[in-house]
């Protein structure tokens, strides 16, 4: 068997997941040393959320702080989350982007690619993964986990075996809502290993309280690697403590080969700052208690924030549980996907409409239309052709890869960026996934510019600013 490898989340998803990607560069530069001597398999910092936190709410350069993590970590993987076609943006984005995205995440420091997409469908993944061995990067192709008629476990060693056929060198079980048991773990990881030949990582979730013990069973069944997050930072929505599963496992066959006592000083470091993040009211109390509903309803953590946040626009916070008994009705009417960035934001978002206008589908989200229309990509379930008639009326269907309607877009919105805005290459990938956001913090930063130069200029000159 061997050792059970750790992927240490505390950078990336633990953060997501309890403060709403609020974690600043500065907050992580000091413990990263010492981090990258602990001995993990990798260290997830980058993808996900963190690229639209960085500009929108910290005013950071997100390719700045991966250089930053990178200059500080020399010996461990760095990993990152990347949505497929839609990168980690919320639309489908031609192939040139896509190409070029990988192409400098690579090149600024990012080692494994965890790769995914919320609908399972391969065809969305194909142009990350094969940009991802041309630029010498690690696929870590990722099964979006849930629940549901089709969701056997034959379903998800055929689409590994699938990913491994396309190039994969990893294959992660990505269960974003809590949802995998501890015996249904089992069993997967197991048919897994017999199925492919490289090695399986889990992800999951502590939302429901499973997930040290799907860990645990996971690890009994072979899987190679998991993902934990360091104990401040840990339970809730995030990962399950990363001390607790290493004393676990001390001794046994599966022995990580991490010491508690390298663990304690990253712990240390990161306890005041949850006392700062709790203090603040970053840390959402609501976040860190388990919730076995989400087994029921299947909502992982973030989408429950932004259900409670948009029923509290509307004033109707008596309306939660409504719409998280209308969430599974709205999923099933289109066939069923993982509920995972972007398709959770789209169900739960029109099971709220369903919920305030008392009348299903009275009103539909654009996104909506895109889901059941295909958009997105193909459903694992077929969609009622009524019910899409419905929905897109005379629309015709999408029955190709989205993508493959795309023109290439990196030349025209290079030129879409205003004169003197644009410092570095990586820039024009800002802009392609976060237009707005992208130029108001790019203006920030050449106003910030422009202070400094100022202030160096009357230093010189011996002119004191107050």
Known sequence: MGKVKITETV??????????????????????????????????????????????????????RLRKIRAEVKNTKLQMLFRGQNILGYRHYSDDVVEYFVQKSIANGIDILRIFDALNDPRNLKTAINATIKEGGHVQAAVSYTTGPVFTTEYYTTYAKQLEEMGANSICIKDMAGLLKPYDAYELVKAMKETVKIPIQLHTHYTSGLASMTLLKAIEAGVDVVDTAISPMALGTSQPPTEALVATLAGTEYDT??????????????TPLREKYLESGLMNTKALKVDVNALIY???????????????????????????????????????????TPSSQIVGTQAVFNVLNGERYKMVTKEFKGIVRGEYGKAAVPIDPEFVKKIIGDEQPITYRPADALEPEIEKLRAAIPAGLIEQEEDVLSYALFEQVALKFFEYRKAQKYNLDAQHANAASGVHTI
């Open 11 to 64: 950078l990336r998803d633990s953060h997501q997941s309890l403060i709403a990607t609020r974690m600043t560069t500065d907050e992580m530069l000091p413990i990263l040393a010492e981090m990258d001597k602990v001995g993990y398999h990798s260290l997830e910092a980058w993808g996900g959320a963190t690229f639209d936190s960085c500009m929108r709410f910290l005013n950071e350069d997100p390719w700045e």
């Open 257 to 270: 080969g991490i010491t508690l006592e390298s663990l304690d000083r990253i712990t240390k470091y990161f």
């Open 298 to 340: 299947q909502v992982p953590g973030g989408m429950l924030s932004n259900l409670m946040s948009q029923l509290k626009q509307a004033g109707k916070e008596d309306k939660l549980t409504e719409v998280l008994e209308e969430v599974p009705r709205v999923r099933a009417d289109v066939g069923y996907p993982p509920l995972v």
